[in-house]
């Protein structure tokens, strides 16, 4: 079955730039979503089709996928980003979604 | 608004079984596939079961195969998780999911708490 890695956990200073990676065996040819979920809440799509973004979202989110990693990259963090964020993808072999393992991000 | 709201978690002995639902609001409930996830306590997000809009169509996870049952009710706009056998492990908070463009999950519930435990 597919597989998708994420590191633990991310750390990174407020005001400056997040790079949270999920990667997998020819990711780059699949369209990768991301997902956000602060504590006690459901998760939230944040981008979709690898570079999307909800309306109303944050320009400082955004999507990039190519080769076998896909990444989230969070602009100006601020401690309200705060939260796990989780890839997935559509593993259309066995016609199910897979999610990565969740990466944590850390606002030190 | 769009809306899903999960009920019928609560606590259960191994072995016995429980029945979920998700009431949708806010959009033609039978024009999406829907999906449960659920995340264990302190872990990931973990993909259980998703149908189809009309035709009745299902996929599980391996973890759930043959215990947990998936259906729906398209004119009350509602999505159930059936599930029998339950173990220790199934304890989790169990989330409905609309499934939108074929592959993500556009908007979420707020999840409804399962505990297995004798």
């Known amino acids: 079955s597919y597989v998708l890695t994420q590191p633990p956990s991310v750390s990174v200073a407020p005001g400056k730039t997040a790079t949270i990676t999920c990667g997998g065996n020819?990711?780059?040819?699949?369209?990768v979503h991301w997902y956000q979920q602060k504590p006690g809440q459901a998760p939230l799509v944040v981008i979709y089709?690898?570079?999307d973004r909800p309306s109303g979202f944050p320009e400082r989110f955004s999507g990039s996928n190519s080769g076998n990693t896909a990444a989230l990259t969070i602009s100006r963090v601020e401690a309200g980003d705060e939260a796990d964020y989780y890839c997935q993808v559509w593993d259309s072999s066995s016609d199910r979604p897979v999610f990565g393992g969740g990466t944590k991000l850390i606002v030190l | 608004q769009v809306q899903l709201v999960e009920s019928g978690g609560g606590l259960v002995k191994p072995g016995g079984s429980l029945r979920l639902s998700c009431a949708a609001s806010?959009?033609?409930?039978?024009?999406?596939?829907m999906t449960w996830i659920r995340q264990a306590p302190g872990k990931g997000l973990e993909w259980i079961s998703y149908?189809?809009?009309?035709?009745?169509?299902?996929v599980y996870a391996d973890s759930v195969k043959g215990r947990f049952t998936i259906s729906r009710d398209n004119a009350n706009n509602s999505l159930y998780l059936q599930m029998n056998s339950l173990r220790a492990e199934d304890t989790a908070v169990y989330y409905c999911?609309?499934?939108?463009?074929?592959?993500?999950?556009?908007?979420w519930g707020q999840g409804t708490t399962v505990t297995v435990s004798s």
């Open positions: 806010g959009f033609t409930f039978s024009n999406y596939y």
């Open positions: 999911a609309r499934r939108y463009g074929g592959t993500h999950l556009d908007v």
């Open positions: 089709y690898k570079s």
């Open positions: 149908i189809s809009g009309t035709t009745g169509y299902t």
């Open positions: 020819n990711v780059g040819r699949k369209s």
